[in-house]
Protein backbone atom coordinates (compact mmCIF):
# COMPACT_ATOMS: atom_id res chain seq x y z
CA UNK A 1 0.00 0.00 0.00
CA UNK A 2 1.85 2.61 -0.87
CA UNK A 3 3.86 4.55 1.79
CA UNK A 4 2.00 3.06 4.53
CA UNK A 5 4.83 0.87 6.46
CA UNK A 6 4.63 2.97 9.34
CA UNK A 7 0.74 4.06 9.92
CA UNK A 8 0.58 1.50 12.79
CA UNK A 9 3.11 3.72 14.40
CA UNK A 10 5.07 0.55 15.57
CA UNK A 11 8.66 0.79 17.03
CA UNK A 12 10.76 -0.82 14.51
CA UNK A 13 13.05 0.20 12.16
CA UNK A 14 16.14 2.14 11.96
CA UNK A 15 17.23 3.43 15.48
CA UNK A 16 19.72 5.74 13.59
CA UNK A 17 18.01 8.03 10.80
CA UNK A 18 18.73 11.45 10.21
CA UNK A 19 16.37 13.52 11.86
CA UNK A 20 16.75 16.78 9.84
CA UNK A 21 16.68 14.55 6.13
CA UNK A 22 12.93 15.02 4.90
CA UNK A 23 13.05 11.97 3.20
CA UNK A 24 13.26 9.87 6.31
CA UNK A 25 9.91 11.11 7.63
CA UNK A 26 7.63 9.82 4.22
CA UNK A 27 7.91 6.52 5.49
CA UNK A 28 6.19 7.41 8.26
CA UNK A 29 7.13 9.19 12.20
CA UNK A 30 10.75 7.79 12.73
CA UNK A 31 9.63 6.31 15.94
CA UNK A 32 12.74 3.66 16.96
CA UNK A 33 14.90 6.69 16.33
CA UNK A 34 13.35 9.21 19.25
CA UNK A 35 12.71 6.30 21.06
CA UNK A 36 16.78 5.64 21.53
CA UNK A 37 16.59 8.93 22.14
CA UNK A 38 14.42 8.74 24.81
CA UNK A 39 15.88 5.94 26.60
CA UNK A 40 19.44 7.00 25.75
CA UNK A 41 20.65 10.25 25.39
CA UNK A 42 17.71 12.86 26.00
CA UNK A 43 19.53 15.67 25.33
CA UNK A 44 21.36 14.74 21.94
CA UNK A 45 23.86 16.49 19.87
CA UNK A 46 22.75 16.17 16.09
CA UNK A 47 24.78 16.96 13.20
CA UNK A 48 23.31 18.98 10.26
CA UNK A 49 24.77 18.94 6.23
CA UNK A 50 23.45 22.75 6.11
CA UNK A 51 23.80 24.31 9.72
CA UNK A 52 25.83 24.08 13.01
CA UNK A 53 24.22 21.10 14.39
CA UNK A 54 21.58 21.43 17.44
CA UNK A 55 20.42 19.54 20.64
CA UNK A 56 17.67 16.98 20.72
CA UNK A 57 15.19 17.11 23.50
CA UNK A 58 13.03 14.21 23.24
CA UNK A 59 11.45 13.57 26.76
CA UNK A 60 7.88 15.34 27.73
CA UNK A 61 8.86 16.35 30.84
CA UNK A 62 12.27 18.25 29.51
CA UNK A 63 10.22 19.38 26.79
CA UNK A 64 7.43 21.33 29.08
CA UNK A 65 10.32 22.60 31.16
CA UNK A 66 12.50 24.00 28.70
CA UNK A 67 9.42 25.75 26.55
CA UNK A 68 8.35 27.59 30.16
CA UNK A 69 11.98 28.71 30.44
CA UNK A 70 11.44 31.34 27.56
CA UNK A 71 14.18 33.26 28.77
CA UNK A 72 16.80 31.22 29.07
CA UNK A 73 15.48 29.42 25.74
CA UNK A 74 14.40 32.10 23.24
CA UNK A 75 12.68 32.32 19.88
CA UNK A 76 13.38 35.38 19.20
CA UNK A 77 16.06 33.98 16.68
CA UNK A 78 14.04 31.05 14.51
CA UNK A 79 11.61 28.42 15.44
CA UNK A 80 12.99 26.19 12.44
CA UNK A 81 15.88 24.65 11.89
CA UNK A 82 16.50 26.95 9.38
CA UNK A 83 19.66 29.44 10.56
CA UNK A 84 18.45 33.17 9.74
CA UNK A 85 21.20 36.54 10.31
CA UNK A 86 19.46 39.70 11.62
CA UNK A 87 18.01 41.19 8.20
CA UNK A 88 16.35 37.50 7.75
CA UNK A 89 15.19 37.51 11.73
CA UNK A 90 13.78 41.50 11.63
CA UNK A 91 11.92 40.56 8.06
CA UNK A 92 10.04 37.08 8.91
CA UNK A 93 9.26 37.65 12.28
CA UNK A 94 6.16 36.45 13.45
CA UNK A 95 4.09 35.96 16.60
CA UNK A 96 6.05 32.77 16.86
CA UNK A 97 9.35 34.30 16.84
CA UNK A 98 8.71 36.22 19.93
CA UNK A 99 8.62 36.28 23.18
CA UNK A 100 6.92 38.22 25.95
CA UNK A 101 6.09 41.30 26.02
CA UNK A 102 5.90 41.43 22.76
CA UNK A 103 4.60 38.31 22.24
CA UNK A 104 1.25 38.90 24.52
CA UNK A 105 1.22 42.31 22.37
CA UNK A 106 0.33 41.05 19.19
CA UNK A 107 -0.97 38.19 20.35
CA UNK A 108 -4.09 39.99 22.66
CA UNK A 109 -5.20 41.13 19.17
CA UNK A 110 -6.99 38.25 17.72
CA UNK A 111 -6.91 35.53 21.18
CA UNK A 112 -10.54 36.77 22.00
CA UNK A 113 -11.80 35.58 18.65
CA UNK A 114 -10.33 32.05 19.52
CA UNK A 115 -11.16 31.62 23.23
CA UNK A 116 -13.37 28.25 24.13
CA UNK A 117 -16.49 29.81 24.26
CA UNK A 118 -16.03 32.08 21.10
CA UNK A 119 -15.35 29.43 19.14
CA UNK A 120 -17.97 27.05 20.93
CA UNK A 121 -20.24 30.01 19.12
CA UNK A 122 -18.91 29.44 15.63
CA UNK A 123 -20.06 25.45 16.35
CA UNK A 124 -23.47 25.43 14.23
CA UNK A 125 -21.48 27.37 10.90
CA UNK A 126 -18.46 25.03 11.29
CA UNK A 127 -21.39 21.70 11.18
CA UNK A 128 -22.73 23.03 8.13
CA UNK A 129 -19.55 23.81 6.63
CA UNK A 130 -18.27 19.74 7.20
CA UNK A 131 -21.68 18.88 5.83
CA UNK A 132 -21.68 20.58 2.94
CA UNK A 133 -18.00 19.42 2.40
CA UNK A 134 -18.62 15.40 3.36
CA UNK A 135 -22.62 16.03 1.09
CA UNK A 136 -19.91 16.67 -2.05
CA UNK A 137 -17.39 13.84 -1.70
CA UNK A 138 -18.94 10.45 -0.37
CA UNK A 139 -21.28 10.15 -3.26
CA UNK A 140 -18.02 9.86 -5.67
CA UNK A 141 -17.66 6.73 -3.25
CA UNK A 142 -14.04 6.72 -3.99
CA UNK A 143 -11.90 9.92 -3.54
CA UNK A 144 -9.14 11.37 -1.42
CA UNK A 145 -9.95 12.49 2.30
CA UNK A 146 -7.35 15.33 1.99
CA UNK A 147 -8.18 17.15 -0.46
CA UNK A 148 -12.34 16.35 -0.65
CA UNK A 149 -12.75 16.41 3.10
CA UNK A 150 -9.70 17.28 5.28
CA UNK A 151 -8.98 20.35 3.38
CA UNK A 152 -11.71 21.92 2.66
CA UNK A 153 -13.53 22.08 5.94
CA UNK A 154 -10.66 24.48 7.72
CA UNK A 155 -9.75 26.36 4.17
CA UNK A 156 -13.68 27.49 4.11
CA UNK A 157 -13.81 28.49 8.08
CA UNK A 158 -10.18 30.07 7.95
CA UNK A 159 -11.62 32.29 4.98
CA UNK A 160 -14.97 32.92 6.91
CA UNK A 161 -12.88 34.43 9.67
CA UNK A 162 -10.54 36.70 8.27
CA UNK A 163 -12.97 37.96 5.76
CA UNK A 164 -11.48 36.79 2.31
CA UNK A 165 -13.90 36.27 -0.66
CA UNK A 166 -14.87 32.55 -0.80
CA UNK A 167 -13.25 32.55 -4.58
CA UNK A 168 -10.12 33.32 -3.23
CA UNK A 169 -9.98 30.47 -0.68
CA UNK A 170 -8.55 28.13 -2.29
CA UNK A 171 -5.84 30.53 -3.90
CA UNK A 172 -4.50 31.15 -0.27
CA UNK A 173 -4.62 27.78 0.95
CA UNK A 174 -2.85 26.80 -1.75
CA UNK A 175 -0.34 29.56 -1.05
CA UNK A 176 0.00 28.33 2.34
CA UNK A 177 0.90 25.13 1.19
CA UNK A 178 4.21 26.02 -0.62
CA UNK A 179 5.37 27.65 2.59
CA UNK A 180 4.52 24.89 4.79
CA UNK A 181 5.58 22.15 2.55
CA UNK A 182 8.63 24.12 1.33
CA UNK A 183 11.04 21.03 1.10
CA UNK A 184 7.88 19.19 -0.80
CA UNK A 185 8.26 19.23 -5.15
CA UNK A 186 4.58 18.37 -5.34
CA UNK A 187 3.60 22.12 -3.39
CA UNK A 188 6.29 24.30 -4.33
CA UNK A 189 8.99 24.68 -7.32
CA UNK A 190 11.58 25.97 -5.07
CA UNK A 191 12.21 23.45 -2.78
CA UNK A 192 14.58 24.80 -0.39
CA UNK A 193 17.13 22.08 0.49
CA UNK A 194 17.45 21.81 -3.29
CA UNK A 195 17.35 24.46 -5.10
CA UNK A 196 18.74 27.73 -4.70
CA UNK A 197 16.43 30.04 -2.84
CA UNK A 198 18.55 32.82 -1.64
CA UNK A 199 16.54 35.43 -3.67
CA UNK A 200 13.78 34.47 -1.43
CA UNK A 201 15.24 34.61 1.98
CA UNK A 202 13.47 37.79 3.41
CA UNK A 203 10.00 36.04 2.67
CA UNK A 204 8.27 33.78 5.06
CA UNK A 205 9.56 30.04 5.08
CA UNK A 206 12.07 31.74 2.27
CA UNK A 207 9.10 31.06 -0.24
CA UNK A 208 7.89 32.97 -3.11
CA UNK A 209 4.37 32.45 -2.40
CA UNK A 210 5.28 34.96 0.09
CA UNK A 211 5.01 38.23 -2.40
CA UNK A 212 2.06 37.14 -3.27
CA UNK A 213 0.60 36.69 0.17
CA UNK A 214 2.12 40.03 0.89
CA UNK A 215 0.26 41.87 -2.09
CA UNK A 216 -3.02 40.19 -0.63
CA UNK A 217 -2.23 40.73 2.62
CA UNK A 218 -1.91 44.46 1.68
CA UNK A 219 -5.32 44.33 -0.35
CA UNK A 220 -6.93 43.27 2.22
CA UNK A 221 -5.51 45.96 5.02
CA UNK A 222 -6.62 48.41 2.43
CA UNK A 223 -10.14 47.69 2.38
CA UNK A 224 -10.48 46.55 5.86
CA UNK A 225 -8.96 50.37 6.92
CA UNK A 226 -11.66 51.73 5.34
CA UNK A 227 -14.42 49.40 5.97
CA UNK A 228 -13.70 47.94 8.95
CA UNK A 229 -16.27 44.72 9.79
CA UNK A 230 -15.91 42.53 13.11
CA UNK A 231 -13.40 39.78 10.99
CA UNK A 232 -10.17 38.49 12.13
CA UNK A 233 -8.36 40.76 9.65
CA UNK A 234 -10.37 44.34 11.55
CA UNK A 235 -8.76 43.14 14.69
CA UNK A 236 -5.49 42.15 13.03
CA UNK A 237 -5.14 46.15 12.22
CA UNK A 238 -6.60 47.47 15.67
CA UNK A 239 -4.33 48.93 18.38
CA UNK A 240 -2.54 46.83 20.17
CA UNK A 241 -2.48 47.20 23.85
CA UNK A 242 0.18 49.99 23.94
CA UNK A 243 -2.04 51.84 21.42
CA UNK A 244 0.43 51.98 18.18
CA UNK A 245 -1.35 49.37 15.25
CA UNK A 246 1.20 46.77 13.77
CA UNK A 247 3.85 47.78 11.16
CA UNK A 248 2.94 46.82 7.54
CA UNK A 249 5.62 44.34 7.96
CA UNK A 250 4.04 42.62 11.10
CA UNK A 251 0.78 42.31 9.64
CA UNK A 252 1.34 41.08 6.24
CA UNK A 253 3.87 38.05 8.54
CA UNK A 254 1.24 38.05 10.76
CA UNK A 255 -1.50 37.79 7.95
CA UNK A 256 0.92 35.06 6.41
CA UNK A 257 0.95 33.19 9.42
CA UNK A 258 -2.68 32.64 10.04
CA UNK A 259 -3.21 31.52 6.58
CA UNK A 260 0.02 28.91 6.42
CA UNK A 261 -0.80 27.44 9.60
CA UNK A 262 -4.59 28.25 10.23
CA UNK A 263 -5.30 25.03 7.67
CA UNK A 264 -2.53 22.81 7.42
CA UNK A 265 -1.99 21.51 11.04
CA UNK A 266 -5.84 20.98 11.15
CA UNK A 267 -5.98 19.29 7.43
CA UNK A 268 -2.85 16.85 8.34
CA UNK A 269 -4.39 15.80 11.97
CA UNK A 270 -7.71 15.27 10.29
CA UNK A 271 -6.43 12.74 8.20
CA UNK A 272 -4.07 11.28 10.62
CA UNK A 273 -6.81 10.83 12.74
CA UNK A 274 -9.16 9.17 10.26
CA UNK A 275 -6.18 6.63 9.33
CA UNK A 276 -6.07 6.13 13.11
CA UNK A 277 -9.25 4.79 13.11
CA UNK A 278 -9.11 2.59 10.22
CA UNK A 279 -6.20 1.18 10.95
CA UNK A 280 -7.77 0.38 14.75
CA UNK A 281 -11.24 -0.69 13.41
CA UNK A 282 -12.18 -2.29 17.19
CA UNK A 283 -11.98 1.57 18.02
CA UNK A 284 -13.53 2.87 15.47
CA UNK A 285 -16.59 0.75 16.09
CA UNK A 286 -16.39 1.94 20.08
CA UNK A 287 -17.07 5.84 18.59
CA UNK A 288 -19.81 4.42 16.71
CA UNK A 289 -21.53 3.17 19.59
CA UNK A 290 -20.35 5.69 21.68
CA UNK A 291 -20.63 8.67 20.17
CA UNK A 292 -20.17 10.86 23.50
CA UNK A 293 -16.50 9.76 23.22
CA UNK A 294 -15.79 12.44 20.74
CA UNK A 295 -13.64 14.88 23.02
CA UNK A 296 -11.34 11.95 24.30
CA UNK A 297 -11.08 10.43 20.73
CA UNK A 298 -9.98 14.19 19.38
CA UNK A 299 -7.74 14.22 22.19
CA UNK A 300 -6.02 11.23 21.00
CA UNK A 301 -5.93 12.00 17.33
CA UNK A 302 -4.32 15.20 18.56
CA UNK A 303 -1.84 13.29 20.79
CA UNK A 304 -1.39 10.40 18.32
CA UNK A 305 -0.78 13.00 15.08
CA UNK A 306 1.06 15.76 16.85
CA UNK A 307 1.59 17.34 13.38
CA UNK A 308 3.76 20.12 14.48
CA UNK A 309 6.91 17.71 15.00
CA UNK A 310 8.83 20.30 16.40
CA UNK A 311 10.08 23.95 17.71
CA UNK A 312 13.69 24.98 17.99
CA UNK A 313 14.33 27.67 20.94
CA UNK A 314 18.31 29.40 21.31
CA UNK A 315 19.74 29.35 24.03
CA UNK A 316 20.04 32.38 25.79
CA UNK A 317 23.18 31.50 28.25
CA UNK A 318 24.86 28.50 29.37
CA UNK A 319 22.83 26.08 30.94
CA UNK A 320 23.28 22.12 32.03
CA UNK A 321 20.20 20.27 31.42
CA UNK A 322 20.73 16.49 32.34
CA UNK A 323 24.44 16.63 33.19
CA UNK A 324 24.82 17.95 29.35
CA UNK A 325 25.97 21.46 29.15
CA UNK A 326 24.09 23.54 26.39
CA UNK A 327 25.61 26.81 25.25
CA UNK A 328 24.67 30.64 24.42
CA UNK A 329 23.53 30.41 21.14
CA UNK A 330 22.85 26.98 20.52
CA UNK A 331 19.98 25.70 18.71
CA UNK A 332 17.51 23.75 21.38
CA UNK A 333 15.11 21.21 19.26
CA UNK A 334 11.94 20.56 20.99
CA UNK A 335 10.10 17.05 19.61
CA UNK A 336 6.71 17.60 20.46
CA UNK A 337 5.95 14.03 18.56
CA UNK A 338 8.81 12.33 20.86
CA UNK A 339 7.60 13.75 23.76
CA UNK A 340 3.70 12.63 23.20
CA UNK A 341 5.17 8.90 22.76
CA UNK A 342 7.16 9.02 26.04
CA UNK A 343 6.24 6.51 28.29
CA UNK A 344 7.35 8.40 31.03
CA UNK A 345 4.34 10.65 30.41
CA UNK A 346 1.82 8.38 28.36
CA UNK A 347 0.84 4.57 29.91
CA UNK A 348 1.08 2.23 26.63
CA UNK A 349 1.57 5.32 24.12
CA UNK A 350 1.65 3.45 20.81
CA UNK A 351 -1.72 1.62 21.54
CA UNK A 352 -4.43 4.04 19.86
CA UNK A 353 -7.07 4.24 23.05
CA UNK A 354 -9.83 6.70 22.10
CA UNK A 355 -10.89 6.51 25.88
CA UNK A 356 -7.47 7.79 27.33
CA UNK A 357 -7.54 10.33 30.02
CA UNK A 358 -5.83 12.10 31.07
CA UNK A 359 -4.41 12.92 28.10
CA UNK A 360 -2.41 16.21 28.43
CA UNK A 361 -0.57 16.15 24.86
CA UNK A 362 1.42 18.31 23.27
CA UNK A 363 0.11 19.01 20.04
CA UNK A 364 -0.65 22.83 21.15
CA UNK A 365 2.71 22.93 22.77
CA UNK A 366 2.30 22.99 26.46
CA UNK A 367 4.17 25.55 29.39
CA UNK A 368 5.40 28.72 28.16
CA UNK A 369 3.38 31.63 26.66
CA UNK A 370 3.22 29.89 22.62
CA UNK A 371 0.01 27.82 23.14
CA UNK A 372 -1.55 27.32 19.56
CA UNK A 373 -4.30 30.19 19.68
CA UNK A 374 -6.15 27.86 17.25
CA UNK A 375 -6.18 25.32 19.54
CA UNK A 376 -10.45 25.28 20.38
CA UNK A 377 -10.70 25.73 16.77
CA UNK A 378 -8.80 22.96 15.54
CA UNK A 379 -10.41 20.53 17.93
CA UNK A 380 -14.12 21.73 17.26
CA UNK A 381 -13.37 20.97 13.45
CA UNK A 382 -11.73 17.65 13.72
CA UNK A 383 -14.77 16.88 16.32
CA UNK A 384 -17.69 18.07 14.37
CA UNK A 385 -16.27 16.27 11.35
CA UNK A 386 -15.89 12.78 12.62
CA UNK A 387 -19.84 13.29 14.20
CA UNK A 388 -20.72 14.35 10.86
CA UNK A 389 -18.74 11.50 9.10
CA UNK A 390 -19.97 8.46 10.81
CA UNK A 391 -23.25 8.08 10.34
CA UNK A 392 -23.27 8.81 7.03
CA UNK A 393 -20.37 6.11 6.00
CA UNK A 394 -21.44 2.31 6.59
CA UNK A 395 -17.76 1.47 5.49
CA UNK A 396 -14.92 3.10 4.96
CA UNK A 397 -11.52 2.02 3.95
CA UNK A 398 -8.15 2.89 2.68
CA UNK A 399 -8.25 2.80 -1.18
CA UNK A 400 -4.59 3.69 -2.34
CA UNK A 401 -1.20 4.44 -1.67
CA UNK A 402 -1.45 6.66 1.29
CA UNK A 403 1.49 10.11 0.58
CA UNK A 404 3.21 11.95 3.34
CA UNK A 405 4.36 15.37 3.36
CA UNK A 406 8.06 15.76 2.64
CA UNK A 407 9.11 17.60 5.92
CA UNK A 408 11.35 17.46 8.53
CA UNK A 409 8.73 20.08 10.65
CA UNK A 410 5.34 18.68 9.84
CA UNK A 411 4.36 15.66 9.92
CA UNK A 412 1.73 15.16 7.26
CA UNK A 413 -1.03 12.65 5.02
CA UNK A 414 -1.26 14.47 2.23
CA UNK A 415 -3.15 12.04 -0.04
CA UNK A 416 -5.41 10.11 1.72
CA UNK A 417 -7.33 7.83 -1.04
CA UNK A 418 -10.40 6.20 0.43
CA UNK A 419 -13.57 4.11 -0.72
CA UNK A 420 -16.93 4.75 1.13
CA UNK A 421 -19.93 2.88 1.24
CA UNK A 422 -22.96 5.35 2.14
CA UNK A 423 -25.03 4.16 5.32
Known amino acids: ????TMTAFQVAGDRWLDLTDPDVHTAGVPH????????????????ERDGSGFWSVTRYRDIVDLNRDFKTFTSERGIRLEEMDEEETAARRTLMEMDPPEHTRLRRLVQGGFT???VRSYESAIQELAGEVLDEALPKGSFDFVTDVARQ?????????LGAPEEDYDRLVGLGDSMIGNTDPEFTEHVVDRDD?????????????????????????????????????SKMLAPTMDGEPLTDLEFKNFFTLMVAAGNDTTRYTLAGGLLALLDHPDQLAMLRDRPELLPTAVEEILRWTSVTMHFRRTATRDVEVHGTTIREGDKVVLWWISGDYDERQFEDPFRFDITRDPNEHLAFGRGGPHRCIGEWLARVEIEVTLRELLPRV????????????????ISGIKHLPVRATLA
Open 1 to 4: MGDT
Open 32 to 47: ATFQRLRDEDPIAWCE
Open 116 to 118: RRM
Open 394 to 409: ADLRVDGPIRRLRSNF
Open 153 to 161: LPMRMLGRL
Open 197 to 233: TAEFRLLPFRSPAGIELFEYAQRLADDRRTNPTNDVV
